[in-house]
């Protein structure tokens, strides 16, 4: 019993030393480094207190130092924190051989459904990535364009019940561009057909609202998916699983199978992916897109189902959260500004004038002044507020002696260098005019919304197309009322910058001539 006792806490003293040698990595190596960042959690403590997103915590960490690069600690992995906009993108372009996986979990063969885009690595990437980009050209995007006008239709037509006929009334705005995203993904990724705003309880919302669980283990399970691949895959061989992933698997599957067996074709990503399972590859002509496609003897697939679910599973991630927020931040900064609020709302109405009073592809993409509150809302509140690569080769920082040891993960706050005012004067300030040509404010390769390079966001002009349909909409019938101008908090769980209580603007209802 002595001796089991005695081996306790020699195995304790040693795992105690063996962290300490851990957390004095860069200190060691002469690196600049956040003095933090300690055990067991590094820079992440916040975190795991619950007083922080993953994001933010990062975000802390770059306010806190004024060097170009800084060595910290996610959890108990040395990692470097890029704090330079111009290293920053030389890491996402020009020097992308060292730093081309983001280094997330991923088990293609094992577990096919954690290979989306965002998590492959190397050539298995590169090859998914030019399998899909045929998914997101412009003739595409303008052929699932209705689809995503009929749900804002529906959107406009759930606020007009929510108000009263005279007077303005407070909504949550990010709650109903939620469902409008939502709605979105599921019939342009899933194909299915729902009325989230009419029927909130449906299957689908049901399961993707799994989510956004907010709780420590939570937390603790997306910090590990992320930061520490090796511990997710012993859990993932434990039995441990992605409950949501797996329900959508269940839905594309019935999918696929109803459509081939009553030959359905609708013109949507999911439509496009299926023809990806059977030819392996999407048609670049776009009058062979929307048509039934089969293998060459009729059973050999190019991709299997998971993989094409784990594809429409990080859409629907990446997706839903991003245009939902973007579209609210954008109607709430307006709030406080009523000079760009007025500006926005003439060039909506002017370009309704002149197109009979419809908002088409085409005439989305050309409203300027819109295309300007979007960069500035992108700036001030990028989807993602980090981007994270692994080393993938041993890097030596530019003009300095300093060494990046492959397999360590490089992050870069997007969110601290989009506030920094060395990069964007006044970085509070909700500007439009810094993006314009004649008023330019800004420092360029600073920004970087979507990412940078070969890995920058496949899906961007898709969430665009879908955030400025629901500014437009939502301007085009209701009035906005100006309020005070005051900062949003953001919700502790998960990376991206969920904004906490909502984003509560007051609305009424236009009185149209």
């Not at 190397?122 to 997101?136: A, D, E, N, V």
């Not at 061989?237 to 949501?244: F, K, T």
């Not at 908090?489 to 909502?502: A, C, D, Q």
């Amino acid at each position: 019993m002595l001796s089991l006792g005695l081996l306790i806490i020699t195995l304790l003293v040693l795992g105690w030393y063996y962290l300490k040698h851990q957390y004095s990595y860069w200190e060691r190596r002469g690196f600049p480094y956040d003095k933090d960042a300690g055990i067991p959690f590094g820079c992440l403590a916040s975190v795991w207190r619950m007083e922080r997103g993953m994001g933010m915590a990062i975000y802390d960490v770059y306010m806190k130092s004024k060097e170009r690069f800084l060595g910290t600690y996610l959890l108990y992995r040395p990692a470097v924190l890029v704090r330079d906009a111009e290293l920053a993108r030389r890491v996402l372009t020009q020097d992308f051989a060292s730093f081309h996986d983001r280094g997330v979990y991923v088990e293609e063969e094992k577990n096919p459904l954690s290979a989306s885009i965002f998590s492959l690595r190397g050539q298995s990437w590169r090859s998914m990535r030019h399998k899909l980009s045929p998914c997101f050209t412009s003739g595409k995007l303008k052929s699932m364009y209705s689809t995503s006008e009929d749900i804002g239709n529906k959107m406009v037509a759930h606020l007009q019940k929510e108000l009263p006929e005279q007077g303005a009334k407070e909504i949550d705005l990010k709650e109903v561009t939620q469902t409008y995203a939502i709605d979105i993904i599921a019939s342009v990724i899933f194909g299915l057909d729902v009325n989230s705003f009419e029927q909130p309880d449906n299957k689908f919302k049901k399961v993707v609202s799994l989510i956004r669980r907010n709780n420590r283990f939570a937390a603790f399970i997306g910090m590990i998916i992320v930061l520490i691949p090796s511990i997710a895959k012993f859990m993932v061989r434990m039995g441990l699983r992605n409950p949501v992933a797996v329900a959508l698997l269940a839905i594309v599957k019935d999918t696929i199978e109803y459509r081939e067996k009553h030959g359905i074709v609708r013109k949507d990503m999911l439509q496009l992916l299926m023809q990806l399972r059977n030819k392996g590859s999407i048609d670049d002509d776009e009058n062979k897109n929307w048509n039934i496609q089969t293998s060459e003897d009729g059973e050999i697939k190019s991709i299997s189902l998971e993989t094409i679910t784990a594809q429409a599973f990080i859409f629907y991630v990446a997706g839903q959260e991003t245009t939902a927020s973007t579209t609210a931040f954008t109607l709430y900064e307006l709030a406080q500004y009523p000079e760009h609020l007025k500006r926005l709302q003439a060039e909506v109405d002017e370009t309704l004038k002149q197109n009979d009073g419809k908002i088409t592809y085409d005439a989305l993409n050309k409203m300027e002044f819109l295309e300007l509150c979007l960069q500035e809302s992108l700036r001030k509140y990028p989807g993602l507020p980090i981007l994270n690569r692994e080393c993938t080769e041993d890097y030596t920082i530019p003009d300095t002696n300093h060494v990046i040891k492959k397999g360590t993960p490089v992050v870069i706050s997007l969110h601290g260098i989009h506030r920094d005012p060395e990069y964007f004067p006044d970085p509070d300030k909700y500007d439009p005019y810094r993006f314009a040509e004649e008023t330019k404010n800004y420092n360029p390769i600073a920004y970087m919304p979507f990412g940078e390079g070969p890995r920058i966001c496949i899906a961007q002009r898709m969430g665009r197309v879908n955030v400025k349909l629901a500014i437009v909409k939502i301007l085009q019938n209701f009035n906005i009322e100006v309020m005070s101008k005051r900062e949003l908090e953001f919700e502790i769980s998960g990376i991206v910058l969920t904004p906490k209580n909502g984003v509560k603007v007051r609305l009424s209802k236009r009185v149209l001539n």
